[in-house]
């Protein structure tokens, strides 16, 4: 017979729904409004790293591709251009990946924008939010460059390509050579740091080269990074928080670069969703925004080890 039961326990969907109404107590004390965006759209994320899930959609005798949103942060963008104030939203996401511990392609995040809001001062409020929710104290901070330095001995902004290829050589059982510098040094971020890092911390501060949809600053060292952030709480990786970029015509060049990068890869090439940049060029807000994994949150809460654990019906159930 065909197993019909839930993953999760009936007291994790319980723990579960006092996070969620948690949340939205959080924000509602902020005064932060809710909002509810589509999950399917017809453009997605240019990404290298995300593939997006597709489904095609008939009216009459035509039809258009239209994607599973891999986050709602494009019509979140659209919405605070349109004068909607600080937002935030508890949303399904999808992404095309191999389903793990960690992984379920049909996934919850909590995606939040904040007006006016530098780096730091979003960071603060994550944390804030962990606390309220985990009661996990101060959380560590790093920058980029400071946690390659102390676990490897390197500086990651500085390293060559080649100088990369040999560090992973030494450190990864890796196969083939065709990868970008970013390549290499997410490989070592995911393999060689994360798994010694406090149990909750934040890194700051990335090469420009992964600045996504960030803006870019210069450090207190004068060099050019990406104003972002990652959180990670006990190995996993759980947001990741921005400053968001404003500059509409450096947003288009970076959705065209993707798109080259995907042809190089042999990656199908993404529509630019066009009403973004309008609304990009119409003036999108000074803001901070980040998405945060709440089934992983979950994870840590119930001291989980399969996100399945924490999902009424997880993708083997479905």
């Not at 009216?59 to 919405?79: A, V």
């Not at 909590?110 to 409020?125: D, I, K, P, Q, V």
């Not at 393999?191 to 890194?203: A, D, K, T, V």
């Not at 803001?287 to 080890?305: E, H, Q, W």
């Amino acid at each position: 017979m065909a197993d019909w039961n839930p993953t999760a326990s009936l007291q994790n969907l319980q723990q579960r729904a006092r996070v969620l109404a948690t949340i939205r107590r959080f924000f509602e004390e902020r005064k932060v409004l809710e909002v509810e965006t589509p999950l399917l759209a017809g453009t997605t994320v240019s990404d290298v790293y995300i593939e997006s899930i597709s489904a095609e959609l008939t009216d009459g005798e035509s039809s258009r591709q239209h994607f599973l949103q891999t986050s709602p942060e494009f019509f979140m963008k659209r919405l605070l251009a349109a004068g909607s104030g600080s937002i935030y939203q508890i949303a399904k996401a999808f992404r095309q990946e191999e389903m793990g511990a960690r992984h379920n392609i049909e996934f919850t995040l909590l995606e939040w924008y904040r007006l006016g809001f530098s780096l730091e001062e979003l960071m603060n409020e994550v944390e804030q939010l962990l606390q309220a929710l985990l009661d996990c104290g101060s959380i560590a901070r790093f920058t980029y460059r400071d946690i390659f330095k102390q676990q490897l001995g390197f500086d990651p902004h500085e390293a060559s390509i080649e100088e990369l290829q040999e560090i992973v050589r030494s450190e990864i059982d890796l196969h083939g050579d065709a990868l970008s510098k970013t390549d290499y040094l997410q490989l070592l971020l995911s393999h060689c740091i994360e798994p010694e890092l406090p149990s909750f911390c934040f890194i700051h501060d990335y090469p420009a080269a992964q600045a996504a949809l960030s803006a870019l600053a210069e450090d207190q060292a004068g060099r050019v990074v990406a104003k972002r952030f990652e959180l990670f709480g006990r190995g996993m990786e759980l947001a990741n928080g921005y400053l968001e970029l404003l500059d509409a015509s450096e947003q288009r060049r970076r959705f065209e670069s993707d798109n080259a990068t995907r042809v190089e890869k042999g990656q199908a090439v993404r529509e630019i969703d066009e009403r973004l940049m309008a609304a990009l060029e119409s003036g999108l807000p000074s803001c901070s925004g980040v998405a945060l994994g709440v089934d992983r949150l979950l994870m840590l809460l119930t001291n989980s080890n399969n996100i399945g654990d924490v999902i009424s019906f997880a993708g083997d159930r479905t």
